[in-house]
């Protein structure tokens, strides 16, 4: 068992000065400093205190009650070591990056169930049911999230609501192992194994923010990088053991090496952040009341829009478009992940020299960007393909990332599982309808013979599908630009 201490909460007064920005440092005697906010809430503005041992935020504007303050200037529990290094702050980027690995990796290699699925288990299945299965999985993960996954996670232990999580997508693919109907597969292999995903995910996300700092963002997207090596791993090996083991085998053997990456990331969690007795933010309807909020909740709703369309769409522009062979379809969604784990990384550590939200909004305006600059006046271009896909999958890749340190710069570290749940019911819209809504503009060109306007996209018909992705994830970043320069700050070379 491992042992606790608990530090002395220093409290004394500070200039208004001081109080005008937050403030973190994290020093090897474990002491971490924050600010209250001087235009917080008149509970915590009139304290005028500086508390240490805590990396516990009152958000401006927020709406707490004389009970939440009391709560959070509570002695905190916190563990041996210190933060931006140390043990524990290492096994916490190790810990999410096998969440992110397992999770991710399954549930971004389901193309490869859906082809076996299609051709050898369920061959009268039509495409668009067995896709949904591995839309349910995503889908489910962050309507849950929303719901009540991430307030969850706030309530009880990061250890114990990752187990349990890990529970449900081990039983879930075991499940589907025996399926023998779609609907089964739906149910098993697509809901029960989001529900899991969201357990493991939303806590596995805001566990690096926990005990680093100064280098939180940098943490963050090295935890992250975990969802695109994941589905790379997963698929190569799916790919292999699906024709010599069968699916039902290869749902199981998955099943156990899931269960195993997650049970090692349960025992390596280390939590800095206490408990909460009970959840201080309400309902999605009462927090789009926050500004900050608003403007984030509508960039997440056009952003997921964009984000999957070239997943889905590049191997058939290729084939369509395109005189190369599938094989380049191949490079470039591998050219995609591959840079998507570099932006994550390199992001990350941007973010923590210009600030996770100047950086977020940098890479969704970019990712929006390169679709519209790059892919859709491509047509057959090989260079022009290559060049959107190393730019998209760069900036993709710092989007994906930044959402957990962004969350914590906004409204504190320790409401991040709850805020990332509430954002992600936009993120589900997007994730829903994006891939649909870009299909029917596919086929609704090649109903009208498969040319689109001169003057807006190119003569064929996946133009109107790469330009609304672009303008889509474009509407998004603009969303984003008025949080940063409206609400939160008017000076451009300000660190936020």
Request: hydrophobic share 50%; with cysteine.
């Amino acid at each position: 068992m491992s042992t606790h201490h608990v530090e002395a909460l220093e409290l004394r007064p500070v200039s208004p000065a001081e109080t005008m920005h937050d403030s973190s440092t994290g020093s090897d005697n474990d002491e971490h400093v924050e600010i209250l906010p001087a235009d917080a809430d008149p509970l915590v503005a009139a304290a005028g205190l500086r508390r240490t041992a805590s990396s516990i935020k009152v958000p401006t504007g927020s709406r707490t009650s004389k009970d939440d303050v009391n709560e959070l200037l509570q002695p905190v529990a916190v563990l041996p070591g210190r933060v931006d290094g140390g043990l524990n702050a290492w096994l916490a980027i190790i810990s999410s990056f096998l969440i992110h690995f397992a999770s991710f990796g399954v549930q971004y290699s389901f193309g490869v169930f859906q082809e076996r699925y299609q051709n050898v288990d369920y061959r009268d299945a039509s495409p668009s049911v067995l896709s949904l299965i591995g839309a349910l999985g995503p889908s489910t993960m962050f309507v849950s999230g929303g719901l009540f996954v991430g307030h969850l996670a706030e309530r009880l232990h990061f250890r114990t609501v990752i187990l349990m999580g890990s529970l449900l997508i081990a039983l879930g693919l075991f499940l589907a192992s025996f399926a023998t109907q779609v609907w089964q597969l739906l149910l098993t292999q697509g809901i029960l194994f989001g529900l899991g995903c969201a357990m493991v995910y939303f806590p596995g996300a805001a566990l690096p923010s926990q005990w680093w700092v100064k280098h939180q963002s940098f943490a963050s997207g090295t935890a992250v990088a975990g969802a695109g090596a994941g589905p790379l791993v997963y698929s190569l090996v799916l790919s292999t053991a699906l024709p010599s083991l069968g699916t039902k085998w290869t749902l199981l053997a998955m099943a156990g090496i899931t269960l195993a990456l997650l049970l090692v990331a349960t025992a390596l969690v280390r939590t800095r952040i206490p408990v909460r007795k009970r959840a201080v933010r309400g309902s999605v309807w009462s927090s789009l009341r926050d500004a900050k909020f608003r403007y984030l909740f509508l960039g997440r709703l056009f952003i997921p829009f964009s984000y999957l369309v070239p997943f889905f769409y590049l191997p058939s522009y290729v084939a369509s478009v395109t005189p190369h062979p599938p094989s380049f379809a191949a490079l470039l969604l591998m050219l995609i992940n591959v840079m998507s784990l570099v932006g994550r990384i390199v992001g990350g550590w941007l973010a923590d020299r210009l600030g996770a939200v100047n950086m977020y909004t940098i890479s969704v305006l970019f990712a929006g960007l390169s679709i519209l600059v790059f892919w859709l006046p491509a047509g057959a271009s090989q260079p022009l393909l290559i060049l959107f896909a190393l730019t998209f999958g760069t900036f993709a890749g710092g989007y994906i990332a930044l959402t957990p340190p962004m969350v914590g710069q906004l409204f504190g570290v320790a409401s991040i599982p709850s805020m990332m749940g509430t954002v992600s019911l936009a993120t589900a819209v997007g994730n829903l309808a994006g891939a649909p809504l870009a299909g029917a503009l596919v086929s609704a060109a090649l109903k009208v013979g498969g040319g689109g306007n001169k003057w807006i996209t190119p003569a064929h018909e996946f133009g109107g599908a790469i330009a609304f992705a672009g303008g889509m994830m474009v509407v998004g970043a603009l969303f984003m630009v008025y949080l940063r320069f409206a609400v939160l700050n008017r000076r451009f070379f300000v660190r936020y």
